[in-house]
């Protein structure tokens, strides 16, 4: 009986602490899944609007930077807003929506888990609709090419602020190809005449990994064929599928750096068949390879460089940009995406429609309430 | 001496056995053998298809990725021979990267999390993470003897407190879930550095770690009463507690050596891979469940061996190396992946049945 009460309270120590923990540790950060928000500001115009942000993930990193700026906004507005993790599954993103709106949610502002899937955003519109709400998606496609129109068009209190998914592979392409022009017989190490690319992607079926993967080597060799020198050639001439995947689907530094180590076993300078160029659908697949080529003396900031292309622009990789590790990124502009969001948001606030005074911003030719945030390249100038 | 002894006494039994029971011998190793058979069979077809495969370079890279996954395999594999499981491992795994991360960043790195904390000195450091990942077992071990909660239920719960703290933790001092990089040199020298070549080809020091921690896991399971316990209580908790072994004490000491492993892992992956984030370390606990399966741990709880969690691991990475140096389709990665996991555990279980 004692020993019983003892273990009863050591437990309830035990979940006291790390309740506690959690607390302190999080104190300074921001809001962790499902504490409300609310800013008594003396601006007061904050309104009744009742903000519901639903993000796909809290673990990528690009979408951390959307969320912190974001929240700044909201905050600065003083209006009462949300935050909500569904920890990339669908099913969880919908019930915290219902959830949400049963709550009294009177604005969704939605990341979608399941990307390019007009199924998926169909759900989420028709669930705005019975409730007679706006909802504003944002980064993650609701409709492919295709079917553009199907979902915006459907309900005329959406938006989307997002980007145009194949200009990211465009530009890192480009710029890619851009490079090679410039520098092309000191990358090309064993002076075959052509450069054998390795090219990491980051997921299976996501349209961006898709278009990233294609786009990045299509038009490099487009820049190329235009300065008549031959094309890329994937460095293993047997992988017909000419990329290397992320097994977890996970986009991550540890599967880049793995393949890479992999592949630095068999091709090699001593091998006469050094992998020449490295592509990678982000940066953090980008920070992996780097590390598997420092364990062999590369890309140590001086001495033998092989160019590295990310995209995202994450302080790690344009701090390795600036050492001299890594050739390019392109960035994603968080802020300005958390600007748009806001912007929409305060129209809300005010009564007024969606897309009043956003006639500055890109949009879609087709589709008038689609706003394309633009991407940049980085290759170290700010 | 007795190793010859033994083989003279099997070679005796062997022959005293009639013609039938001969055959059913040789079927039944052949069985209990398969798996090694196959991995040997793969070997050599994918050496023959690329003869790179065999070069010291490559097999130095088998070495080095298996190393990597060598402390949270044997950790783990502690809590399956007391016929549970633990989920927690991979999140462990990323929260102790990012902590040895933001400890041990470069002073000159812009982005630093904490800028004003000087690089930590690195035994400190380990012993954080050590810490850390005993702690969380700890937690785990506790709710497990004591309210004699499922371990899958348990570590699926700190699982997500862990990943919950880990999400906090890289959103500190405006960090804002940015990738933790920019490690100090000492740090990346120590963990990937090298102190011994083959040839031209360096052998990473966190390969040395893992053979220290091979050789600290196999004295624990074998020459401490800790390790008898352990494999008592795994099959069999109640006949372990009628002979004076305390069940519960034994099983929160493994969960937290287990849980101590994962911080060997998160340190070690944290130098290796160069940039932590929250994603770091996901999935890692599946692997290494898959490596002690493969290797004979089995889920019946009581059995396994140190050297087969060890050839769990190889057997994995081996698998992993060949498919690519085969350049195999990806798509069928997965299937052969899963096949063998299937494969390994329907072997492992045969032998149970047999015996019934």
Not at chain 2, 179 to 201: A, E, M, R, W, Y
Not at chain 2, 319 to 331: R, W
Request: proline share 2%.
């Amino acid at each position: 009986m004692k020993k019983r009460l003892m273990a009863m309270l050591l437990c309830v120590a035990m979940t006291a602490a790390m309740v506690v923990g959690c607390g302190g540790s999080g104190g300074s950060s921001d809001s962790g899944d499902g504490d409300a928000k609310e800013e008594s500001s003396e601006g007061g115009a904050a309104s009744d609007l009742n903000v519901g942000v639903f993000y796909y993930t809290y673990s990528d990193t690009y979408i951390a930077s959307v969320r912190t700026a974001l929240d700044g906004k909201l905050e600065e507005k003083g209006i009462t807003y949300q935050d909500y993790d569904a920890n990339n599954n669908q099913t969880t993103q919908n019930e915290q929506i219902d959830t949400a709106i049963q709550t009294g949610a009177n604005l969704l502002i939605v990341n979608i888990v399941t990307s390019g899937s007009v199924d998926a955003s169909t759900q989420i519109i028709d669930k705005a609709k019975a409730a007679d709400i706006p909802v504003i998606f944002f980064n993650r496609a609701v409709e492919d090419d295709d079917t553009e129109g199907q979902v915006l068009g459907s309900y005329e209190k959406c938006a989307f602020v997002g980007t145009d998914a194949p200009e990211a592979g465009h530009m890192q392409g480009a710029m890619i190809g851009d490079y090679l022009v410039e520098n092309y017989d000191k990358v090309d190490l064993n002076k075959d005449g052509k450069i054998s690319y390795a090219m990491f992607m980051g997921q299976l079926g996501n349209a961006e990994a898709i278009y990233r993967t294609q786009y990045a080597v299509e038009d490099a060799n487009a820049k190329l064929k235009e300065n008549e020198k031959p094309e890329l050639v994937f460095f293993d001439e047997s992988n017909t599928d000419k990329y290397q995947v992320d097994q977890d689907g996970a986009w991550s530094a540890a599967a880049a750096n793995n393949y890479m180590t992999t592949n630095l076993s068999q091709y090699n300078e001593g091998n006469n068949n050094m992998i020449e160029l490295i592509i990678c659908n982000n940066d953090g697949m980008a920070e992996g390879a780097i590390a598997a080529l420092n364990d062999k003396g590369y890309n140590l900031g001086e001495g033998k460089t092989i160019p590295v292309f990310g995209v995202d622009a994450t302080d790690a990789a344009k701090q390795l940009i600036g050492d001299g590790k890594m050739v390019g990124t392109i960035k994603q502009d968080a802020d300005g995406m958390a600007d748009c969001i806001a912007a929409l948001t305060q129209n809300a606030a005010d009564g007024k429609g969606l897309m009043d005074g956003t006639d500055s911003y890109n949009k879609s030719d087709k589709v008038a309430n689609k706003i394309y945030i633009p991407y940049g390249t980085y290759t170290g100038e700010e | 001496m007795k190793a010859i002894a033994n083989l003279k006494t099997r070679y005796a039994n062997y022959q005293a056995l009639d013609s039938k029971d001969k055959t059913t011998y040789w079927k039944e190793s052949l069985l209990n053998n398969a798996m090694y058979l196959i991995i040997i069979v793969a070997v050599i077809y994918t050496a023959v298809h690329n003869p790179k495969f065999l070069t010291v370079s490559s097999i130095v890279n088998i070495i080095s990725l298996s190393a990597a996954n060598i402390p949270i395999a044997v950790g783990i594999a502690g809590t399956i021979v007391l016929t549970g499981t633990d989920l927690s491992a991979g999140r462990v795994v990323g929260l102790t990267a990012c902590i040895s991360a933001s400890l041990l960043q470069a002073t000159t790195y812009a982005t630093k999390i904490f800028p004003n904390l000087p690089v930590m000195p690195i035994p400190l450091v380990i012993l954080i993470v050590l810490a850390v990942g005993a702690v969380v077992g700890l937690v785990n071990g506790f709710f497990v003897a004591h309210f004699k909660l499922h371990p899958f239920i348990v570590t699926l719960a700190t699982q997500l407190i862990v990943y919950g703290i880990l999400l906090m933790y890289i959103m500190l001092n405006g960090n804002n879930g940015q990738p933790l990089s920019g490690l100090d040199q000492s740090f990346k020298d120590f963990v990937t550095g090298h102190i011994v070549k083959i040839g031209s080809v360096p052998i990473p020091n966190y390969v040395w770690f893992a053979v220290v921690v091979i050789i600290f896991m196999w004295f624990v399971w074998n020459k401490t009463s800790f390790g008898k316990n352990m494999f008592a209580v795994g099959s069999n908790p109640e006949a372990a507690n009628v002979s004076g072994v305390n069940v519960a004490k034994t099983t929160i000491l493994v969960h937290t050596l287990a849980g101590a492993m994962y911080g060997i892992t998160g340190f070690i992956e944290s130098a290796r891979i160069g940039s932590n984030q929250a994603g770091t370390g996901l999935n890692y606990e599946c692997d290494a469940i898959a490596a002690c399966v493969i290797g004979g741990v089995s889920f019946v709880g009581g059995t396994g061996k140190i050297s087969g969690v060890v050839m769990g691991v190889f057997v994995l990475r081996i698998i992993f190396v060949a498919l690519n140096f085969l350049s195999i389709n990806m798509n069928m990665q997965y299937v052969i992946k899963g096949l063998i996991i299937l494969f390994a555990c329907a072997i492992d279980m045969r032998k149970y049945l047999v015996r019934k």
